[in-house]
């Protein structure tokens, strides 16, 4: 025998993550059963080659460097003199390789480039999905690009806009799409203020239209466009991305609240540019950035508080119709925020399935045998897998409707045959949207923070550590930048309440809730405690008033939450009925409550259930590594 030290004795034999198309079958599993096979030939080669990129040792470099050089404010805000002088944001290089390399993978601009119509979303997001997790939160400033797009896009669609509007609107659009990381523009959503987070009724940043006058020069001159006519002053309270190139703003005017468009920057001719006095450069656009905020995690990610001093925009839709118009982009960050926490966790389950087949535990009489093989630990991470798998349906079914919605009356290859069955009629993709977005970005991201606590708990004291070390392998970095994101966007209260306002709306309530019936029943077939669940759930809603049904919203939300993954469960196990798929739909009844009995292996015996939960979280290729045998120290 001899004595341990710090360099001699045993050491782990470090975990080996493989490209997460190829080793996550949830992620095989989405893509085959959403897309036609044409498009996953034609595109399932670009997302695997992003699953190889988002792991290789410069990108986890680039998360190390994010994380350790913080955002900070360089200057105090005054120059030597004690005039007064823009405040500049610094970001690492880390932070700013990651952003580019965002804007050349396209993360946010294939939402809007042709050749996968109905399917764009779900081809984009698993990319997006892919890439969250090695992202160092750039995806942030990139699901608000997303959203901008949609919204300048929407606009540009309407006859509404002056010529001098199309212009600068279309400008804008131009670089939100843009793959040229010279060229592309991130945008901010600058909703939050000290009044209430979601609650932005009580905004109190205030437009004022005044039209500066005929050849200004503040504008930029590269590109001609002219800053906006209104002025816009107040103070936003939490702003994520302070150094995207424009923002997306909620302000009061005379008729309400209203959405605005500006650039971050604008040219000022008088400014001094270089230390021989050269003059003309940019300059914020009347924006002052009082202090940066101080998170536990999504540390990289500069989130600032700012004072807006007559700062130039243009007004987006209708006047005081604020609300309905910044929808667009609440709808896609929502969607995008959730597909973030399945990346997350996606990764955890990486590492964990990693770490099951290096790490040896005892079994007794001087048995060892990796996790892998230990029945407790794989049955618990075979139920970690089954959720996660229920959210990601859910998921990227909500991606696939948000795609038929944003792509209506275009041609395309027609979706497999399980999919067609629950593709909506064309007059019910809005109404499902409107309920399936709170539904979903509340249950999942929510689920997914214990879920990914219990993969830090999956390595024991090792998976609690903060591994800059060995970047890879930090899930306590995961854990920590996704439990932000079941606040962002709405909480779980706020979005349980939108949901009860949507299904009881006197307009829209009745089309939200037939297209809600019409996806259960196609999904759920024969599975009739699933359907008179859902029926129960449906004559709730129904005959209860708004005001009282405001107090269940949140058991309202889990409830159409889990009726709607078991309905896709269902239908995914109609369409791949291996032995997999079947076990998995019937532990989730089970354990939701769908069926009569608790969500256990239906195994005869230990060893069949270990098989059993081998192939749940690894798939049905597994093949399980041998017992090590030692012999007693």
């Given at each position: 025998m001899e004595a341990s030290s710090a360099d001699r004795g045993f050491f782990q034999t470090l975990p080996i993550l493989r490209n997460q198309l190829q080793d996550d079958p949830t992620c095989q599993r989405i893509l085959s059963f959403f897309l036609p096979p044409a498009i996953l030939e034609q595109f399932g080669s670009e997302i695997d080659q992003l699953g190889e990129?988002?792991?290789?040792?410069?990108?986890?470099?680039?998360?190390?460097?994010?994380?350790?050089?913080?955002?900070?404010?360089?200057g105090s805000g005054k120059n030597a003199?004690?005039?007064?002088?823009?405040?500049?944001?610094v970001v690492s290089e880390g932070w700013k390789t990651l952003q580019?390399?965002?804007?050349?993978k396209g993360l946010s601009a294939q939402g809007y480039e042709d050749g996968l119509g109905q399917y764009t979303r779900v081809v984009q997001y698993m990319r997006c999905m892919l890439w969250e997790p090695s992202s160092a939160m750039t995806s942030c400033p990139m699901a608000m690009q997303d959203g901008a797009a949609r919204l300048l896009q929407l606009q540009l669609a309407g006859d509404q806009l002056s010529p001098i509007e199309r212009t600068v609107f279309q400008n804008a659009l131009e670089h939100l799409k843009s793959r040229d990381p010279k060229r592309g523009w991130t945008s901010g959503q600058w909703m939050t203020e000290r009044t209430g987070g979601s609650d932005v009724s009580q905004t109190e940043t205030i437009a004022t239209y005044s039209p500066l006058p005929d050849g200004n020069p503040l504008c930029d001159p590269a590109e001609g466009i002219p800053l906006g006519p209104w002025s816009i002053s107040g103070f936003k309270w939490f702003v994520s991305a302070a150094d995207s190139n424009m923002t997306i703003l909620l302000a009061q005017t005379p008729k309400g609240l209203s959405v605005f468009y500006a650039p971050l920057r604008r040219f000022n001719p008088t400014l001094v540019r270089t230390a021989s006095g050269d003059k003309g450069t940019t300059e914020l656009n009347g924006v002052t950035i009082s202090r940066l905020k101080n998170k536990m995690g999504t540390k990289p990610l500069p989130s600032a508080e700012l004072v807006l001093d007559g700062m130039r925009g243009w007004l987006v839709g209708e006047e005081g119709r604020g609300i309905q118009t910044i929808s667009t982009i609440l709808t896609i960050t929502r969607v995008r925020t959730t597909i973030g926490a399945m990346g997350y966790l996606g990764r955890g389950l990486a590492i964990v399935r990693a770490f099951t087949k290096v790490r040896e535990?005892?079994?007794?009489?001087?048995?060892?045998?990796?996790?892998?093989?230990?029945?407790?630990?794989m049955q618990t991470l075979s139920n970690m897998t089954i959720e996660y798998h229920g959210m990601m349906l859910l998921a990227f079914y909500s991606a696939y409707v948000m795609g038929l919605e944003e792509h209506a009356g275009q041609s395309q290859s027609p979706p497999p045959s399980a999919v067609a069955r629950i593709t909506p009629q064309k007059e019910s993709v809005t109404p499902l949207l409107r309920v399936l977005t709170p539904v979903l970005k509340a249950y999942c991201t929510k689920q997914c923070i214990p879920l990914l606590y219990a993969c830090m708990e999956s390595m024991g004291g090792v998976g609690y550590l903060e591994n800059s070390e060995t970047e890879y392998l930090n899930i306590a970095r995961l854990f920590r930048d996704a439990c932000v994101l079941n606040i962002w966007e709405g909480t779980t209260d706020v979005l349980s309440t939108d949901l009860v306002r949507a299904v009881k709306h006197p307009l829209h309530g009745e089309s939200s809730m037939a297209a809600l019936d019409a996806l259960v029943n196609q999904a759920a077939g024969g599975e009739d405690m699933v359907v008179s669940k859902w029926k129960a759930l449906?004559?709730?809603i129904?005959?209860?008033v708004q005001s009282d049904l405001l107090i269940q919203a949140r058991d309202v939300l889990w409830a159409s939450a889990e009726i709607v993954q078991a309905g896709l469960f269902c239908i995914e196990a109609e369409a791949y009925p291996d032995q997999r798929t079947q076990e998995m739909c019937r532990r989730y009844l089970g354990k939701k409550g769908f069926k009569g009995e608790p969500g256990m292996s239906e195994a005869r015996d230990m060893r069949e259930a270990l098989r059993s939960n081998q192939e749940i979280v690894f798939g049905s290729e597994v093949i399980s590594p041998p017992v090590i045998q030692r012999p007693k120290m």
């Amino acid at each position: 025998m001899e004595a341990s030290s710090a360099d001699r004795g045993f050491f782990q034999t470090l975990p080996i993550l493989r490209n997460q198309l190829q080793d996550d079958p949830t992620c095989q599993r989405i893509l085959s059963f959403f897309l036609p096979p044409a498009i996953l030939e034609q595109f399932g080669s670009e997302i695997d080659q992003l699953g190889e990129e988002v792991l290789q040792p410069h990108i986890f470099e680039c998360i190390t460097d994010a994380e350790k050089n913080l955002p900070y404010i360089r200057g105090s805000g005054k120059n030597a003199f004690g005039q007064p002088v823009s405040s500049e944001l610094v970001v690492s290089e880390g932070w700013k390789t990651l952003q580019k390399l965002g804007f050349t993978k396209g993360l946010s601009a294939q939402g809007y480039e042709d050749g996968l119509g109905q399917y764009t979303r779900v081809v984009q997001y698993m990319r997006c999905m892919l890439w969250e997790p090695s992202s160092a939160m750039t995806s942030c400033p990139m699901a608000m690009q997303d959203g901008a797009a949609r919204l300048l896009q929407l606009q540009l669609a309407g006859d509404q806009l002056s010529p001098i509007e199309r212009t600068v609107f279309q400008n804008a659009l131009e670089h939100l799409k843009s793959r040229d990381p010279k060229r592309g523009w991130t945008s901010g959503q600058w909703m939050t203020e000290r009044t209430g987070g979601s609650d932005v009724s009580q905004t109190e940043t205030i437009a004022t239209y005044s039209p500066l006058p005929d050849g200004n020069p503040l504008c930029d001159p590269a590109e001609g466009i002219p800053l906006g006519p209104w002025s816009i002053s107040g103070f936003k309270w939490f702003v994520s991305a302070a150094d995207s190139n424009m923002t997306i703003l909620l302000a009061q005017t005379p008729k309400g609240l209203s959405v605005f468009y500006a650039p971050l920057r604008r040219f000022n001719p008088t400014l001094v540019r270089t230390a021989s006095g050269d003059k003309g450069t940019t300059e914020l656009n009347g924006v002052t950035i009082s202090r940066l905020k101080n998170k536990m995690g999504t540390k990289p990610l500069p989130s600032a508080e700012l004072v807006l001093d007559g700062m130039r925009g243009w007004l987006v839709g209708e006047e005081g119709r604020g609300i309905q118009t910044i929808s667009t982009i609440l709808t896609i960050t929502r969607v995008r925020t959730t597909i973030g926490a399945m990346g997350y966790l996606g990764r955890g389950l990486a590492i964990v399935r990693a770490f099951t087949k290096v790490r040896e535990v005892g079994a007794g009489k001087g048995t060892r045998i990796r996790l892998f093989d230990n029945a407790l630990h794989m049955q618990t991470l075979s139920n970690m897998t089954i959720e996660y798998h229920g959210m990601m349906l859910l998921a990227f079914y909500s991606a696939y409707v948000m795609g038929l919605e944003e792509h209506a009356g275009q041609s395309q290859s027609p979706p497999p045959s399980a999919v067609a069955r629950i593709t909506p009629q064309k007059e019910s993709v809005t109404p499902l949207l409107r309920v399936l977005t709170p539904v979903l970005k509340a249950y999942c991201t929510k689920q997914c923070i214990p879920l990914l606590y219990a993969c830090m708990e999956s390595m024991g004291g090792v998976g609690y550590l903060e591994n800059s070390e060995t970047e890879y392998l930090n899930i306590a970095r995961l854990f920590r930048d996704a439990c932000v994101l079941n606040i962002w966007e709405g909480t779980t209260d706020v979005l349980s309440t939108d949901l009860v306002r949507a299904v009881k709306h006197p307009l829209h309530g009745e089309s939200s809730m037939a297209a809600l019936d019409a996806l259960v029943n196609q999904a759920a077939g024969g599975e009739d405690m699933v359907v008179s669940k859902w029926k129960a759930l449906r004559q709730k809603i129904e005959t209860t008033v708004q005001s009282d049904l405001l107090i269940q919203a949140r058991d309202v939300l889990w409830a159409s939450a889990e009726i709607v993954q078991a309905g896709l469960f269902c239908i995914e196990a109609e369409a791949y009925p291996d032995q997999r798929t079947q076990e998995m739909c019937r532990r989730y009844l089970g354990k939701k409550g769908f069926k009569g009995e608790p969500g256990m292996s239906e195994a005869r015996d230990m060893r069949e259930a270990l098989r059993s939960n081998q192939e749940i979280v690894f798939g049905s290729e597994v093949i399980s590594p041998p017992v090590i045998q030692r012999p007693k120290m």
